[in-house]
């Protein structure tokens, strides 16, 4: 009598249908399970590295604590997933920065949270906005992207508010310490970016 095999349905790697067309067993796709695990492999890391990080930007982070992350960061960037984002219209949140400087969320003793926002309507701008509670701050800088892996970036004002109270304080000194440089992009999805400045600082933002 003959019979008519068929390959499991969730299957869709030629391999695994010759397999299925040989056997009356159950077809598990290796290749498959593989690509699952590591999406699973990826997400855990993703989700060590939020609860490392704390909850003040990592700049409360002790070295051995940072040490920690830096090797987590790592085995999600071997991962050599670079998504080439279109980042106009999205919201970002700081989750860790090695960085002391104000895009960390740092202005003299205070640590507030940092939310990065690509306007929709100002394609090649972004504004950090830092919120310290009463106190609020937005940094605007331009960027651009001339590679995947690479975004230039300058800063243009700082402008500190309290209520109806404001305060702009203009970058004209122009230098990579002072008002900008680049970032270097080591990983990215749609919900996870890290990214190195040019003075070394890793800052890694979700969404």
């Given amino acids: ?8 349905a969730s299957c869709k790697y030629s391999k695994c ?3 299925a067309s040989q ?10 399970q593989r690509a699952g695990t590591a999406v699973s492999d990826k997400q855990k890391l993703k989700d060590d590295i939020t609860a490392a990080a704390g909850a003040l930007n990592g700049l409360d982070r002790t070295e ?3 040490a920690r992350i830096a090797g987590l960061l790592g085995q999600l960037e071997s991962t050599g997933q670079l998504d ?7 919201t970002w949140r700081l989750l860790y920065s090695t960085s002391k400087g104000s895009s960390s969320g740092k202005i003299g003793p205070f640590i507030g949270r940092v939310t990065q926002v690509f306007p929709e309507d100002s394609g090649g701008q972004y504004v950090n906005k830092i919120d310290f509670g009463l106190v609020k701050a937005d940094l605007l800088a ?7 892996d690479r975004i230039n970036v300058a800063f ?13 304080k203009e970058f004209t000194n122009r230098t ?12 990215t999805d749609k919900d996870f970016r890290i990214l190195y400045t040019n003075l070394g600082n890793v800052f890694v933002l979700v969404r």
């Fill in 1 to 8: 009598m003959a019979v008519q095999l068929k390959a499991s």
């Fill in 84 to 90: 080439d984002l279109d980042l106009t219209g999205s």
């Fill in 156 to 168: 243009e004002w700082i402008k500190f508010m309290l209520g109806p109270l404001s305060f702009k």
């Fill in 176 to 187: 990579p310490e002072t008002s900008g440089g680049f970032w270097r992009l080591t990983y």
């Fill in 23 to 32: 056997t009356t067993r159950p077809v598990v796709c290796k290749a498959s």
């Fill in 64 to 66: 051995e604590e940072a």
């Fill in 17 to 19: 249908e010759n397999i």
């Fill in 142 to 148: 331009n960027y651009e992207k001339p590679q995947r």
